[in-house]
């Protein structure tokens, strides 16, 4: 074992602070990361102020981050895939057994024995899973990642959550070209979403909270912009889309945008408000649609959706921070005020 320097929060009301924290020394299946950037997802949030008591409680202290790009320091004996130096990536899931169905189909986020990267039952240390907020971490081969080498690494750390959980759902669903797609809610996964969708040829278009994002939205990639608090301009759009990615983190009236598909229209939920959303009978039934959720995606589909990003030069659009500024971004993410992802620079912790 050994020490690393990370980032932590002691209760659901403290702030994040420096912190040690102890690391497993390399297995013969495992991969050692020296951690070079780290993205700010909605659900570190959730996730460190507790949010979702309900499903997944918060041990303490966590330790959250789950969009880690790094360098490789040390490989076990019997890892093949990587080697001291190489670039690698970890996202949301670290282990699983490897044996059930979902596993061998290469859908490990559904594997009832999966081990987040943070707050989950730590397999090798006891105690739970400490995330990307920190200097290091030690992965089982399975569960790292190749990123394209066009790619800017801060950028590249979010398409480790917010792209692989919006890809996934767009290509399970089959978003291609011609259709019609939604974006509700300009955010990190959101804006990963628009861009996605623009890849996939769909006509995309975005429905957001925040008038001042109209240009920024057509500019990642959207034909069209819907101020969602509009009534008048949704109503425009009823019975129009194939399929919608509410991406919202916090409660909004998902029926509004139900009424917006069309004949057999899809809409998925990757969104993870605190509290549940209320569905109207009479906006799923005279269409026949269908509301489903979506959890991240594979390790094959995330390797595969690198390579996509890799081969249409897709990152996130990131503002790289010190982690000293990590409260500030929380702060900032609740008022909807990222463009479109924060990524911490890893650098600065060593000053912490
Ligand atoms: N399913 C999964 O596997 C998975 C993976 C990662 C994250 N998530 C969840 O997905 C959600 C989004 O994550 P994120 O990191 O993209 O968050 P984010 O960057 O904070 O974006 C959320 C966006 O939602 C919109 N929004 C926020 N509050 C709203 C409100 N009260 N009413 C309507 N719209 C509102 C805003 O967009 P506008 O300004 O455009 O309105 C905001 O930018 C979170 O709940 C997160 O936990 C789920
Ligand atoms: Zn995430
Ligand atoms: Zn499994």
Redesign the pocket.
Known sequence: MYKAKAYSAASATSPLASTTITRRDPTPHDVQIEILYCG????D??QVRNEWSGFLPTVYPCIPGHEIVGRVTKVGSAVTKFAPGDIAAVG?MVDSDGTCPECKAGLE?FCPNVTYTYNLPDKHLGGVTYGGYSESLVVDQRFVLRVPANLNLAAAAPLL??GI?TYSPMRHWRVTSGQKVGV????????MAVKFAHALGAHVV?????PK?KEDALRLGADEVVI?RNVDEMQKHAGRFDFILD??????DIGAYINLLRRDGNIT?????EKPLSVPAFALLPRRCSLS????GGIPETQEMLDFCGKHNITADVEVIPIQKVNEAYER??K?D?K??FSIDMASLKSA
């Not at 959720?293 to 991240?296: D, L």
């Open positions: 700010i997802c909605h659900s949030l959730h949301c986020q959550c917010a959980t509700v809610g300009l955010g990190g996964l959101g804006h975005v429905f957001s909270t925040s994002k969602s991406a919202v983190s916090a409660e909004h939920l990757v969104g993870a408000p959720g979506s959890p991240i993410l609740l909807s990222v479109y992802r």
